[in-house]
Structures are given as structure tokens and as C-alpha cells.
């Protein structure tokens, strides 16, 4: 299907609002009906086009971490970037849009460069100056699951920030470098009841996203550890929670399973 080229005033004005109120405000012009868009705060350009005032319309993206995350088969048309899709509607071009700025946030790296570039200057030669580097990370650590997880527990739904946490999967302490530390995908965002009970090796999670359960918890926490949908797991986030079966998992000391078993009894 041809888009429409050049952009007539219709068209190029819901395109123009589609980016603007997506978070992509640099706009770029037009080359062959694709209007080109990027953003100060997310990267990769997008490109957005249409067939006419009534659709179809078509985004394309240069972004290969927020495409592979996407998972979505490109349609056959050609334009710009690595991948195109099309859409009947424009709300549902808004509500990818949506995802597509979110990833582009957070992928591949960009919570490990923005790390980088506020803490190069910062000393580290203390237990306390190290501390202070530590809050620095593991804050633009939530930003980043925030961003990728669109600010809701998976598994729950709760949206309520103050009783979300942004969970390693692999524990600070124990990464090798910043870039583990700092990986989106090596980070769930779960409830605080959630998080603590997998913080503690009492729950984990299956290939599939569906979670495990600890033996050792009460009848109560079972029931309290409510979730209404397994974790959308990537081939990334998989690795790393083979890592917490193996290593986590089952591993808490006996008190800490039986406190968490105290406090819901």
C-alpha cells in the first residue's frame, strides 16, 4: 500500500500529535511520506506515515533492542528503519507508540550510561562514598523498570508507585559489573509483598512466567501472594531467572522463611 506523499494537512498533523503526545517532540521532515521523529528522552527516531486522512497508518523503527522486544512481524512495505508496522486505527498506533517510547527509555542501556555519566565524578574510595554511588544506581535502576514495565506490577496490575519496587533478579552485590547491575532485564517490577518474597528466594519463576512457590510458606502467604497473570519473560529476562532458580531460590535461611511466615499468620 502507497502512503500518501507528500503529507497532506490531515495526515501530517495526526502524525505530528501522535509523536508529540508519545514523547517524540524533534520533528525532522518529511522524505517519501514519512515524517521522521526522536526524542530527547528515549532512543531511536521513528517514522510515521499514511495512506490517507482514514488510514491505514504506518510507523517505522531504526531501534533493533525495541523491535526484538517487540516481537511483532514487520509488515511488507517498504521505507525506512529495520522494521514497519501497520495499523487500522490510530488508537492503535497510539497505544504502541506508547510501548515503543518506554523501551526505547530503557534499552539497551540506557540506564547504565545515564549511571555512567552522573556518577564519573562522584569518589568512591569510602564504604559511605560507595553507598552514595549505590543509591545513585539502583534510583535510575527504578526508573528504567518503571519505564519498561509501564509503572505496573506484571504479575499484579498495582500501579500505586509507593508499594512498587524494583527487584534484581540477580542481586546488586552479586553482579559482576555495573552492566548487570544496571540491565533492564536482569530487574522485575513487582509489589512490595512480591519483592520481598522473592528477595528471599521464597518464590522464583518458571521459563513461562508463571511463579514458583516456596514449600516452606504458610497457608497465608500463599493466599496473600494473589497474582492474576504470569510474567511476559523475554529470551534476556530467562537467563536471569534460571540464574535466581539455581542460586536464590529455596536458599533463604530457615528464620527469614519463618519470619515472612510470622507476619502473615
Not at 517505522?60 to 486505527?89: C, K, M, N, Q
Request: charged share 20%; net charge neutral; glycine share 8%.
Amino acid at each position: 500500500m502507497k502512503l500518501e506523499a507528500p503529507q497532506g494537512f490531515v495526515v501530517a498533523e495526526e502524525c505530528r500529535k501522535a509523536a508529540w503526545q508519545s514523547g517524540y517532540r524533534r520533528t525532522f521532515g518529511q522524505q517519501d511520506g514519512w515524517a521522521r521523529y526522536s526524542s530527547t528522552t528515549a532512543r531511536g527516531d521513528i517514522h510515521l506515515g499514511a495512506a490517507g486522512p482514514d488510514g491505514p497508518w504506518f510507523l517505522a523503527l531504526d531501534h533493533p533492542g525495541v523491535i526484538a522486544e517487540l516481537g511483532l512481524t514487520s509488515a511488507g512495505i517498504p521505507g525506512p528503519g529495520h522494521a514497519r508496522y501497520t495499523f487500522s486505527t490510530l488508537r492503535d498506533l497510539y497505544v504502541l507508540l506508547a510501548r515503543v517510547y518506554a523501551l526505547a527509555r530503557s534499552l539497551p542501556d540506557a540506564p547504565l550510561q545515564t549511571f555512567v555519566a552522573k556518577t564519573k565524578d562522584l569518589p568512591r574510595s569510602t564504604e559511605a562514598e560507595r553507598l552514595v554511588v549505590q543509591r545513585v544506581g539502583q534510583d535510575i535502576f527504578r526508573e528504567g523498570l518503571l519505564a519498561y514495565w509501564g509503572g505496573r506490577c506484571p504479575l499484579t496490575g498495582i500501579t500505586d508507585p509507593a508499594l512498587l519496587r524494583a527487584s534484581h533478579i540477580k542481586p546488586w552485590a552479586r553482579c559482576a559489573s555495573d552492566a548487570e547491575r544496571l540491565d533492564v532485564h536482569n530487574g522485575l517490577l513487582l509489589s512490595a509483598l512480591w519483592d520481598a518474597a522473592f528477595d528471599r528466594g521464597l518464590v522464583t519463576f518458571e521459563d513461562d512466567g508463571t511463579p514458583r512457590l516456596s514449600r516452606s510458606l504458610s497457608s497465608q502467604a500463599l493466599t496473600a501472594l494473589a497474582w492474576s497473570e504470569p510474567l511476559p519473560l523475554t529470551a534476556q529476562h530467562r537467563a536471569w531467572v534460571i540464574w535466581h532458580r539455581e542460586n536464590i531460590f529455596e536458599a533463604a535461611m530457615p528464620d527469614q522463611a519463618a519470619g515472612l511466615r510470622a507476619s502473615t499468620e
